[in-house]
C-alpha cells in the first residue's frame, strides 16, 4: 500500500470514529455479451454481476471517477472492470465511438457535439455541475480581458467545455472567432504551451487550471454559466444489452456523490494523487469549482444550457445543421438510470 494511500486509509478511519459522536454533513460548492438476469439489490446490498464486464473512463475532471476507481465498488459486485483514462471530454468521445469504453464523462457541451454528429451516446447521469473552464494567460502577454485576445494566439482543446467557453466569450465580449488563432492542443499542452510562450491565452481546464495559478497564471475572465454540466455518458448499444450493469454504474455514482461530501479531505488526497497536484491545489478545486450538490437525473435544466450552445456548433461547420442539433437534443437523454438510483446498495 502506498504511503499515500495509508494517509487515506488514517483520514477515513479518523472520520469514522469521529462519526461516532457527531453527524457529519457536508456540501462541495464509451460493447459485450448479452446481459444474464441478476436478482434485484436490495437496500445496501449490491447485487451480483458476477462475470460480466464493463469498459468505463476515468479522468481527473470527474473526481467521483476517481473515487468509484480507488474504492472498488463496481468490482464488489463482481464485475470485471477495464479502467481507460480520458484526458478529455474529445477523447472520451472517441472512446465511446470506437467501442474503446462504454461508459465515459464528458462535459455536457461535447455530449451534444458528438450526438449531434452521429455518435450513439445517451447521458444516463449528472455528476457535477463545475465551474472548469476559465481562460487563462500569464504575465507578460499583454492579456487582461477578452477583447485584448484580438489577434492573439489561444490554446484550447476543440469538442470541449473550455473551447466552447472561449467560443462563448468571444461572442459575449464583441469578438468573433476569426479574431483569434486557436491552436487546438490537449489541456495540458496547452497550458505547457502558454508556459513556453507559444500562445498568449489559453482556454483552462481543471485541475489542469488550479495548478496553473498556483504558478502563477492569471484567470482572467470567467463565468459559470458558459460552464455545461459534468454528463455521464453510455453507448447505446450498452444500455441495451446491460442495463443491470448501467444501473449499478449509476448507483455507483450517486454512492461516490454522497461519500465525496461527506469525505471531502480524503476526495481531494485521491484527486492529487492520480492528478500529481499538491493537496492544496486539489482541495481547491474541490471546494470552491467543484459542486456536487446538483440533480443527478438529466433533464430540464441541462437542456437549457445546450439549446445556447448548439447553434454555435452549426455557425461554425462542426456540424451540418440546427436539424442535426435538434434530433440530438432530442434524443440525448436517457433519465431512466438516474430516477432509479440506488447509492445505499454499495453501503457496507
Not at 292 to 301: E, I, R, S, Y
Request: glycine fraction near 8%; hydrophobic fraction near 45%.
Amino acid at each position: 500500500m502506498t504511503r499515500s494511500r495509508l494517509l487515506r486509509s488514517a483520514l477515513v478511519a479518523g472520520a469514522t470514529a469521529a462519526a461516532s459522536v457527531l453527524v457529519l454533513s457536508g456540501c462541495v460548492a464509451g460493447e459485450g455479451q448479452a446481459a444474464q438476469p441478476e436478482p434485484t439489490a436490495t437496500s445496501g446490498e449490491a447485487a451480483s454481476l458476477e462475470g460480466q464486464t464493463l469498459s468505463i473512463d476515468f479522468a481527473t475532471y470527474n473526481p467521483l471517477s476517481l473515487v468509484i476507481k480507488d474504492q472498488g465498488w463496481l468490482e464488489e459486485t463482481g464485475l470485471e472492470v477495464t479502467w481507460v483514462q480520458s484526458a478529455g471530454s474529445n477523447k472520451a468521445n472517441e472512446a465511446l465511438r470506437a467501442g474503446a469504453i462504454e461508459v465515459g464523462s464528458t462535459a455536457g457541451s461535447a455530449a451534444l457535439l458528438a450526438r449531434s454528429n452521429g455518435s450513439p451516446i445517451q447521458v444516463i447521469d449528472i455528476y457535477s455541475q463545475p465551474e472548469w473552464a476559465a481562460l487563462v494567460t500569464v504575465d507578460g502577454k499583454g492579456v487582461e480581458e477578452v477583447a485584448d485576445l484580438k489577434g492573439k494566439q489561444v490554446a484550447a482543446t476543440k469538442g470541449t467545455d473550455p473551447y466552447f467557453f472561449l467560443l462563448q466569450s468571444l461572442e459575449a465580449e464583441g469578438l468573433a472567432p476569426e479574431d483569434i488563432t486557436v491552436q487546438n492542443l490537449q489541456h495540458a499542452d496547452g497550458w505547457a504551451a502558454l508556459q513556453n510562450g507559444s500562445v498568449d491565452a489559453w482556454a483552462g481546464l481543471d485541475p489542469i487550471m488550479a495548478g496553473a495559478e498556483e504558478q502563477g497564471a492569471t484567470l482572467f475572465y470567467r463565468n459559470v454559466d458558459f460552464n455545461s454540466y459534468g454528463f455521464l455518458n453510455a453507448t447505446e448499444s450498452f444500455i441495451a444489452d446491460k442495463p443491470e450493469v448501467a444501473q449499478a454504474v449509476v448507483d455507483a455514482y450517486e454512492h461516490a456523490r454522497a461519500w465525496a461530501e461527506e469525505n471531502p479531505e480524503e476526495t481531494a488526497a485521491i484527486l492529487a494523487e492520480v492528478a500529481g497536484l499538491d493537496e492544496a491545489v486539489a482541495t481547491k478545486v474541490i471546494d470552491e469549482r467543484t459542486n456536487l450538490d446538483v440533480d443527478n437525473v438529466p433533464g430540464d435544466a441541462q437542456v437549457a444550457v445546450l439549446e445556447k450552445i448548439g447553434p454555435i456548433f452549426v455557425e461554425l461547420g462542426d456540424v451540418a445543421s440546427q436539424q442535426q442539433v435538434d434530433d440530438a437534443l432530442d434524443t440525448l437523454i436517457n433519465d431512466e438510470f438516474a430516477k432509479a438510483a440506488d447509492p445505499a446498495r454499495y453501503e457496507d
